[in-house]
Each structure stands twice: as C-alpha cells, then as structure tokens.
C-alpha cells in the first residue's frame, strides 16, 4: 500500500529531563543547531572551524524510525577544529562552537555513562507504519484536484517520472519520455496532473524527470528485467534513488499469469505480426514447457502465434490459453496511415528529395505512423510510383536512376496517405567556349545568360552566367 503525506517530523533529544528539537539527522550543519550523524551519513561528521561533538552508544534497538524511542549513552565529548570520523557502530551529536551558550552548556554538562533518549514522531500516524519513503518533486493531485498553479510550476515539455495512488488504493507507477521529437515531446506538468487524473489517480506526485526517467520491468516468463522507455540521454542516468517493486519468497512453479506481447500492436490491412507469450508463477518466476492455442477475432493466427490482418481496418483481439490460463491482446490494423516517411535502407534521416548519380540504384523503405506510433509495415505493402525522366522503382523500394539523367517524383502511399520527394539525375550538359557572347535560354530548370560584370569576369570582357531552380 502506498500513501501521499508531509512526515512534520518532531525530532527530540531528552537530556536530564528536559528535551531539545534536533535540526536533523544526517542533515547539513546550521548554527545553533544540534545535528545527528550516523555511518549512513559519510565516513565523517561534516567540516567546520569549530565543532562540540558528543559521542553516542545507541542500546538494545538502534533502529531509526517514527515513533520510536531509542536510549543512548554517552561514551565522550570531544572539542574538534574540524570533522571527525564516525564508526559504524556509534552515533555522533553535533554543535558549532559559535552556537548559543544555553545548548553548550548542555553539552558541557554531560559525563561519559549518561543517557539520553532519541524520539521521533510524527502528527500523522501513518508514518509510523511506513516501511519506505521518498520525495515527490511536486505534489500533482489530492484528493481528486489538481495542483493549482502547475501550468506556471514547470511548462516545459520534458520526460516524466510519477506516483498516483487510485481510489481503490492500487498505485499507478507512470514515465513517459521526452525531448526525442518526433518520437516523443514529453508533457508539462500540469498535462501529467490531467493525464493521471484520467487514469483514475486520486493522489499523485512526480519525480525527478528529464534523463532520470527510466523504466524497467520484467515481463511474464522473462528471467530478467530489461528497460521499457528510451532515456533521453541516450542511456540510464546514475542516480541516488529508485523504487523498485521486489517479489520475495519461494516460487512455486505454477502458472498464474499469461501475457502477450509484440514488436507493435499496430499494422496496415494484410500485414503481419509476430505474437510470444510468456507464463509466470506467483513470484513472477517464469515457468516453462505450457502448450500455447492461439485465436484472433479478426483475421487469423498460426499456431506459432502469427498473426495476418484482414485487408480491411478494424481492431482485433488476439487471444491466447494454456490450461485454465488465458490471456488477451488488442492490436488496431490500419488501412491509411496518419504519416508516411521516406528514408534510405541504412540511415534513419527523412528524405525530402535524392540526388544520384547516372544508372546508381537505392533501396529506400518508407515509415508509416499512426499518431506517433509506428505502424508495423514492410515495402511491400506500400505502393511506389514514379513520374518524370529521372528513373524507374519497383515494389521493394529500390529505385534505379536513368542512365541519361533526368529529373522526376517518387511517391510512396498507403490507403489514403502519401508521401512525395523529388528526384535528380545527373545528366551532360552543352560546352559553351570562351563566354564572350552567349546567347540567353533556359531548359530543364537550367537558365544561362551572359555576365559582364567585371567582378565576375576574370578574362576578356565576359562570361558565363548559369542559375539552377533545384525545386524543380
């Protein structure tokens, strides 16, 4: 079970029956402070000029937690110019010398054999129960209401990390990338608060964000865990702090989840997409050796979990069983793409037009995308066309240039969607001596004409002046 909360903690020190607020333990030094460290802190107490430190033997239970009382005795006082080193085994009270006298003295006042007594407590009695904590960076949903003022907190559109908890009291643990355009923007804030919202998030809060958004997970039948987003520095950042979700326990071996999955759950009309399933046990632990029996409401699928997609859109439902374990997929088969891209076999950059030489051939393969998800396809479910004098392509994709140059189109298209770039060919051109007189014309977007600026003329009294329209 998860929950949302401030802890407000109250961290007390009782020193000869009176108590004392602590500042923090393992917090930076404050002056007129005292401060608690333990070895979770460092190997030593933080640097100063000028340091009271009371050396502390925790008792019995040292275990550090809300609502609870831990007895300590004091092993020694040490003045120090500086910072000390803290053993594993003993906790260390901290005071800046040019703090008050009144919590000196207090210092001052105590003999190695005292005890003292550590409390902490909380106004929320939650937090007594808590196992795990960490920080939310920004509170975006509670009791049902969004933030006010997110639209203000952050604009910016970034990779995102949150937490929401549903009224049920099931947790919903949400990334979503960013700064990849066009694969993905990210979201602002305030659109995170109303995408959670939608997702039936009574209480949520976000993470830190940007390149620290990553996702593992492990799916059903898998040995191990793999990352599902794309980080937006290129690879997991180092961080200090994650929330991992861990089965313990003995497995048993049994199967009691089925899952699905796929490379796309999204194909054009007559397409086809491979299906695996995957079986766990209780503990996530993957079990092997099961008979899959594979359906599809549209369309069919092999017994290998093949899918082929009618040659009409609509959304199927692919079904696998094992036993009395099942499970179920959509996919959504698509007849006209939202966008189409052109790009080269071997590069993934757009093309907006080519450039060849005389008789050079290229494969090129063409994206298409619904939304922004891309859609399952090969070439040869695309239509290529192509007009003008600059070559000729076939149904894979391969375009071979005319050996006589030449300028054209190709285009690529699916149901009602199409993409167009242009194509030039390299092709012989008439030699014109000298330059001294040149008689103006234009063909196939090439224009000449006679040029007597003496800037631009390096002998006799002219040259030759040659544009090119490279839109055409």
């Not at 129960?129 to 907190?153: F, M, P, R, V």
């Not at 690879?235 to 497995?251: A, D, K």
């Not at 499970?327 to 071997?346: C, E, K, M, S």
């Not at 922004?372 to 600059?390: H, L, P, R, S």
């Amino acid at each position: 079970s998860a929950f949302f909360g401030t802890p407000q903690l109250q961290i007390e020190l009782s020193i000869r029956g009176s108590k004392y607020r602590l500042g923090g333990i393992n917090k930076p030094l404050r002056k007129g402070e005292f401060l608690l460290y333990t070895a979770d802190y460092a190997s030593n107490t933080p640097a100063s000029k000028e340091m009271l430190n009371l050396i502390l033997v925790p008792k019995d239970d040292s275990s550090l937690s809300i609502g609870h009382e831990i007895e300590l005795q004091v092993e020694s006082i040490l003045n120090s110019s500086g910072s000390i080193s803290i053993p594993e085994d003993r906790w260390i009270l901290c005071l800046t010398a040019d703090s008050d006298e009144w919590r000196k003295q207090t210092l001052e006042s105590l003999s190695p054999g005292d005890s003292v007594t550590l409390s902490i407590s909380s106004g929320d009695p939650r937090w007594s129960e808590c196992t795990y904590a960490t920080g939310s960076l920004y509170k975006l949903i509670t009791n049902g209401l969004i933030t006010e003022n997110l639209d203000k907190t952050d604009k910016s559109r970034a990779p995102r990390t949150a937490v929401g908890i549903r009224k049920d009291g099931s947790v919903l643990f949400y990334t979503i990338d960013g700064r990849q355009i066009p694969y993905s923007a990210g979201v602002s804030l305030l659109e995170l608060a109303q995408r959670l919202l939608e997702l039936g998030c009574i209480e949520a809060g976000a993470l830190d964000g940007g390149g620290s958004t990553v996702i593992y997970a492990q799916s059903a039948g898998d040995e191990d865990t793999t990352v599902r987003n794309i980080p937006s520095n290129g690879r997991e950042r180092e961080v200090s702090t994650f929330l991992m979700l861990v089965s313990e326990g003995e497995s048993s071996g049994k199967g009691r989840t089925l899952s699905l999955r796929s490379s796309s759950y999204v194909l054009l009309c007559g397409g086809q997409l491979q299906f695996t399933a995957g079986i766990c046990d209780e503990k996530g632990a993957p079990v092997c050796g099961r008979s899959i029996v594979w359906s599809a409401s549209v369309g069919s699928i092999s017994s290998d979990g093949l899918y082929t997609a009618p040659d009409h859109a609509c959304r199927a439902e692919i079904n696998a069983s094992d036993q009395d374990l099942q499970g179920r997929i959509a996919v959504d088969v698509i007849r006209t793409p939202d966008t189409i891209r052109l790009l080269t076999q071997d590069s993934d950059t757009e093309l907006t037009r080519l450039d060849l030489e005389r008789g050079e051939s290229i494969d090129l393969t063409a994206d298409a995308f619904w939304g922004q998800m891309k859609i399952q396809a090969v070439d040869e479910q695309f239509t290529w066309t192509c007009k003008g004098n600059a070559g000729a392509i076939d149904q894979t994709g391969r375009f071979t240039a005319s050996i006589n140059g030449g300028s054209g189109t190709i285009t690529v298209s699916a149901g009602d969607a199409s993409m167009t770039i242009g194509v030039f060919v390299k092709t012989t051109y008439s030699c014109v001596e000298g330059g001294e007189r040149v008689l103006s014309g234009s063909e196939d977007g090439l224009t000449w004409s006679q040029e007597n600026s003496p800037n631009r003329v390096r002998f006799g009294d002219g040259s030759l002046k040659m544009v090119y329209d490279l839109s055409r």
